[in-house]
């Protein structure tokens, strides 16, 4: 039950990553950026205003699509997290190559606390 | 951009801004599209009878009835910002002082005429047709419906001694034997998005200033004799908002 209340929450609230926020906010520029100008040249070559309306509220729609929803391609680069301070030894490896947090102490305000 | 809301907020942000823009360059783009509209306009007849302006009313004023034809082609003024252009003829003369009290301005007639791609409305301008001859098709029957002549597009105006929809008196209840008026074609051009134009009688631009559409006449006396009802009747057209606006 926690599981699925956590997968709802976690498509609800659609978080992503740093680089996926930036992805993010390059797609959400280009493309209304895109869809706006590709509209008014269209409206205006072929003399109606309803395809310049149409295509700009297409591309606004497309662009929500892209940019909203909880993507993979947001979620590529994840940042893992420190091990928990009283994790036994065997667990105490981030799972990333060349990063072991054995060994490693950490310093807040001139006290060690890991 | 972290979480759903945020991504939601940003895109609809951007998109207000990118539909302003978009709005902003098709009310600019305007000025590339050339005008170059045309008029006749030719006062057919004036008369200024007594009346009252309602029925149980006791003040008695003078109404001058003036009947026209124009032929204009205003179908320059439709470019693809334009919604609908508002055409309206007015009646001008100066006051008593000149010096001190500006002209007075009276509308006549007007006509609201859509674009070809606005949406339907009861209170557009159906355009009088010669033909007395029921339409046989539905074909036929819509081309009579239009704010244009038959076969013509929207901006013609062929209109052959037309009555007023409107007859037009002065503040002070009299209008008979007054001199220098003139009647004059004018409109308003309704874009989709952008600014309301006048009519402009200057060259501005790609825009060429109004040729003609001005006519010089004089308001008559008083009619002695009781005119025939007939020739005084107003034709407010076959709009269907006669009575209730909007």
């Known amino acids: 039950m926690d599981q699925i209340l956590e997968q709802a929450r976690s498509l609800w609230e659609g978080e992503v990553d740093f680089e996926g926020q930036r992805l993010a906010d390059y797609l959400t520029y280009g493309l209304l950026t895109i869809s706006g100008v590709i509209a008014f040249l269209v409206g205006f070559a072929t003399q109606n ?10 591309g606004t729609a ?53 | 951009m972290h979480n759903t809301l945020t991504r939601v907020q940003n895109v609809f942000g951007f998109f207000t801004s990118v539909a302003f823009a978009v709005a902003a360059a098709i009310a600019i783009s305007v000025v590339l599209s050339s005008q170059t509209p045309s008029a006749s306009l030719q006062l057919r007849n004036v008369q200024v009878v007594k009346g009252r302006p309602h029925y149980y009313s006791t003040k008695r004023e003078e109404y001058a009835h003036i009947t026209f034809s124009l032929d204009a082609d205003l179908s320059t003024l439709f470019n693809w910002n334009t919604k609908q ?38 209170n557009t301008y159906i355009h009088p047709t010669k033909s007395t001859a029921r339409p046989k098709t539905k074909k036929e029957r819509l081309s009579l419906n239009k704010a ?47 600014a309301l134009v006048w009519d402009n009688r200057r060259t501005v631009g790609r825009w060429q200033g109004l040729k003609g559409g001005e006519a010089a006449f004089e308001f008559p006396p008083l009619k002695a004799t009781e005119a025939k009802k007939e020739d005084l009747k107003t034709a407010t057209g076959k709009e ?3 009575g209730s606006p909007a």
């Open chain 2, 85 to 122: 252009v508002f055409a309206y003829i007015t009646a001008s003369y100066p006051s008593d002082s000149p010096a001190s009290i500006p002209e007075s301005e009276a509308v006549v007639w007007d006509a609201v005429i859509p674009a070809k791609n606005a949406p339907e409305h009861h």
């Open chain 2, 148 to 194: 244009y002549p038959p076969g013509k597009e929207p901006g013609i105006l062929k209109l052959d001694k037309q009555k007023p929809k409107y007859q037009i008196t002065d503040v002070s209840g009299k209008i008979a034997e007054r001199n220098n008026a003139t009647l004059t074609l004018h409109w308003n051009v309704q874009p989709w998005v952008g």
């Open chain 1, 62 to 114: 497309v662009t929500f699509l892209a940019v909203v929803p909880q993507w993979p391609f947001f979620n590529q680069h994840p940042l893992p997290w420190l091990p928990p301070k009283n994790a036994p030894k065997s667990q105490r490896n981030t799972g990333l190559e060349g990063i072991n947090m054995e060994g490693i102490s950490i310093e807040v305000d001139g006290q060690k606390v890991g």
């Open chain 2, 240 to 242: 269907k908002n006669r």
């Open chain 1, 49 to 58: 205003i309803y395809q310049t309306l149409y295509i700009g509220l297409g």
